[in-house]
């Protein structure tokens, strides 16, 4: 590659007298047409990831929330819930500390922290480099803890079959509305910390009011991590994905099959 | 702050198809935002100052072409313009529409040299 400027030319030195490039200061500036999207190469990383996952008929999630929303502890005791059923890993993003693996290898699974550093939310390659150093949980549930952000981590798909945004009742109730992106392109809210209501000025129905006008689609369960209150509702969720991603898994590798029957037959 | 990821990925682009095209100098970026996008264009120009320091496109002005949200309200039965997620339908006042356009985050061209 030329040194000079990069260009790909095979000399490698400085540039000679015989080394002209047809841009060369001095050239005419050119238009190049590039229409391409900005978040293609993420687009990219994260179809990779998606197709590791159905292979292995893994049920993804990329939870997202507020810093301070119970994330964590409700993650911990779902774990807790379902690690003897089928197999639950984690990956979290925090920008430093392993702190939340550590509390989710307490309650049962496998976990590996991602420390974003200066990043505030995960991208789908360093998912894809989180998924080489944990064991993937064929069969079961991965949970992508992202990092405690309701405005970054909205556009970046990870792999994930759904985005789950957790909000608690003692943050505001217009965050649908402030935060719409992040709130339009999750498929579930769970509304935690419901043991508190009674104590914050926190109106549920203008909440979800809110979260329909920027997302008709969103289902919404209201739960309390630290009580159980409502969990058996999200865990029932959590497995009916889990057997969906399970049966896609298998129709995949009985159409494989049926193929490689049908050549064994063609050439026998 | 995630324009700084985004900048580093237009960056990424820009430096590959101008060096693919056999050009060494980047001077101008289009991109095409949509009005509706996750993305703070004070902020996205702040970032593109930092991120295109040392490279081919240091001096690159960065053009932003706005494109308007758009949609569909199955209500109204008819295409509607929409510039917020959460705005009603300006036809009928509900939040049943669904976005047809406004959400781009596209490189559209570069003036290279």
Known sequence: MCAICGCGHPETGMHSPEHRHDHDPGAEARRITVEQDILAKNAEFAAGNRQQFAHRGVFALNLLSSPGSGKTTLLARTVQALHGEFPVAVIGGDQYTAHDAERIQAAGAPAVQINTGKGCHLDAHGVGHALERLPLPEGGILFIENVGNLVCPADFDLGEAHKVVVLSVTEGEDKPLKYANLFAAAGLLLLNKMDLLPYVDFDVARCLDYARRVNRDIQILPLSARTGEGLDAWLDWLRQGQRAALRQQVERLERELAAARARLTGSG | ?113
């Open chain 2, 1 to 113: 702050m995630h324009e700084f990821s985004l900048c580093e990925s237009i960056l990424e682009t820009v430096t590959e198809q101008t060096r693919r095209q056999g050009f060494s100098r980047v001077r101008r970026v289009w991109l095409e935002i949509g009005e509706l996008a996750n993305v703070e264009l004070d902020a996205l120009r702040f970032a593109f100052d930092v991120v295109r320091r040392d490279s081919m496109a240091a001096e690159a002005e960065l053009e932003i072409i706005t494109l308007p949200g758009r949609a569909w309200c199955p209500d109204c039965a008819q295409p509607v313009a929409v510039s917020q997620p959460f705005d009603p339908c300006p036809g009928c006042g509900g939040f049943h529409w669904r976005l047809t356009g406004g959400n781009e985050l596209r490189i559209k061209e570069l003036e290279v040299e």
